[in-house]
């Protein structure tokens, strides 16, 4: 069946004449509605239908787990662009082969003998791909994560930072070290990110990831026509914040804009804070992760009482490296253990993490022998393949869900059917977000009687429309697994393209929209 634009009354014309196949109605009345989707509830119709989805299609496919009963297949075999949801086959593949419990090692090692406390050659710290590095762990030793997380901080009103330190990980390993018997380093501190290459949305993809490579700014309104106040996060030398942002009255605008700088070491912001607004987070991408983690290891060995003669600030001396092998015979004396995969892919999957999710895909390449993170995603293709997944109907090129990746519903959905047949399913669906409970969902139908019952995997492209001074909904994506209210397991994806939006905050309305379809689901089953 081809994907339609769902339409009802005048407006209907457009799709004249289109038969919709599908599983019996679930509701007694559909058979006399000639513009019905067999199994879809008329309230859910009510709302693609509104005028924002006016050129918009919509496509649709939900199964029970239990009986493998095609309930609702709207347009499910044709190819649209999910967005994030592309997280879950990068997550997915890595869940499949190596588990839920896996974890990596990040090392610290050294060149030289020590003597007396002094260390006649280098420290090397060799990254590894921890997408977290201990700073993000909970005191339970589980995940933390910002339903508005500072990754997206730039684009959403409201992202916040989590309490943990980041740098946590490298002050464990910076005691480790002194605890080796090390006070003073004679060589040189180097950081090894050659596990892996890639880029992302023309950024690096590096298996070193301290704070997901940004510095965060959090800025604080004072009083009316005075300067608001600046945080950096983490403090970091040489890196300083520049704030021209002034304070307004209570109920003015709030407008701040993280400005271009010329080089690393320096985030600017401006615009203007209402005196009575919550504190306003902008994050800051630097370009070179290996240099900003070298200057914070050494700066973190300093902490732990270990003294370094090199230049702290000096751009990382990779050249000085031996080759990859002979840096892994290397001995170690400094060994950070990740999170286990269950909750790296929690990370990625609740806030959409998008350098996270790529990060696994180059993880996966390495796992072959390989080190273009390119070279992940026919990996990954053929992890779901043996896996049992119908592969031609999911064409990827990343691993976060940027533009250019399609999937066919069907196939979305074969995904989680896959996830559920197996024994850590439980432990599969709990990393997904949660209609109106958390990530990218808290806010989503958080009043409805299918919040807490539905976990899926949003997915969004936003584009605009300089024609029409608008912006145009490339796509929306919501997919994964939900309980009805009857109690029965299903599968579901809806993915709406096309639709159009006056300002970029549409976008939650967008989100909101889709979840809705979603809870009139839930609740009709």
Known sequence: MSAVSVRRGAAVAAVAGLVLAGATACTPERPSDPWAVDGLPDAALDVM??????????????????????????????????????????????????????TITTPVKRTGEITAGVLGGDLVLVGMGDLTMGGRTKDDGTVDFADFDHNDANFLPGSSLTPQDPLTGLDDLAAQVKAAGIDTVAG??????????????????????????????????????????????????????????????????????????SHDGEVIVSGTIAADSEPQLK?????????????????????????????????????????????????????????????????????????????LICRLAVERGETKCDAGMPIAGEIWKDAGLEVTGASLIDGSGLEGNYVTPENA?????????????????????????????????????????????????????????????????????????????????????????????????ANDDVGAVAAIIQQAY
């Open 413 to 509: 959905l074969q995904i989680q059917t896959l996830m559920a047949e197996r024994p850590d399913a439980e432990r599969w669906k709990a990393t997904m977000p949660v209609l109106g409970v958390d990530g990218s969902l808290s806010m989503v139908q958080a009043d409805s009687p299918a919040a807490g019952k539905v976990f899926a995997k949003t997915g969004t492209l936003l584009n605009g429309d300089s024609f029409n001074e608008r912006f145009r909904l490339s796509t929306k994506t919501l997919g994964g697994v939900m309980e009805t209210a009857s109690g029965r397991d299903l599968a579901f994806t809806i993915i709406v393209t096309q639709g159009f939006l006056s300002d970029p905050n549409g976008i939650l309305d």
């Open 188 to 261: 040189d501190v180097i950081i090894d990110d050659r596990l892996f290459t890639g880029t992302l949305g023309g950024q690096a993809v590096t298996p070193i990831i301290i704070n997901q490579n940004l510095v965060d700014v959090m800025v604080h309104p004072s009083e009316p026509g005075e300067p608001a106040t600046a945080e950096l996060t983490p403090a970091v030398s040489p890196w300083i914040v520049t704030s021209t942002v002034e304070t307004v009255e209570a109920g003015g605008e709030t407008d701040i804009t993280l400005e271009e700088s």
């Open 283 to 359: 994050a800051y991408a630097f370009d070179d992760p290996a240099t900003f983690a070298r200057t914070a290891f050494i700066e973190a060995l300093d902490r732990a009482g270990v003294t370094v003669g090199t230049d702290p600030l000096a751009p990382n001396p990779a050249g000085a490296l031996a080759d990859r092998a002979a840096v892994d015979a290397l001995p170690s004396i400094a060994e950070l253990e990740s999170l286990p995969l269950e909750e790296e892919v929690t990370y990625v999957m609740k806030i959409s993490y998008n350098r996270g999710a790529q990060t």
């Open 49 to 102: 239908n509104q005028d924002r989805y006016a050129h918009a299609t919509w496509s649709i496919a939900v199964h029970d787990l239990e009986t493998g009963e095609v309930l609702i297949d709207l347009g499910a075999d044709r190819m649209v662009e999910p967005g994030s949801f592309v997280k879950t086959y990068s997550a997915g593949a890595a869940w499949l082969e190596w588990g839920p419990d896996h």
